[in-house]
């Protein structure tokens, strides 16, 4: 799935990306290191891997299941 980055915290590699729909989702600093990323621009394409959400802090995807996001690293042609 691809995201546009919205927020990014680089003291605790936090942040939002913004789904096509314009729905923020949390990720984490688990799924931020599993990109392998070093620092994440508001505005970049990213590319992002979910697994199904059973707590609260979740987005929202096709046909409304939860799910959390699990990596995040940029989008590449």
Do not use: C, K, N, S
């Not at 508001?42 to 959400?53: F, H, K, L, S």
């Not at 802090?57 to 590449?76: D, K, M, N, S, Y």
């Amino acid at each position: 799935m691809h995201a546009t980055a919205y927020t990014y915290d680089p003291d605790t590699r936090t942040g939002q990306v913004l789904l096509d729909d314009g729905t923020p989702v949390p990720f984490d600093a688990a799924a931020f290191d599993a990109g392998q990323l070093r620092l994440l621009r508001p505005g970049q394409r990213v590319r992002i891997e979910t697994e199904p959400e059973v707590t609260g802090r979740e987005g929202t995807g096709p046909g409304g299941t939860a799910f959390r996001i699990t990596l995040v690293t940029l989008q590449t042609l």
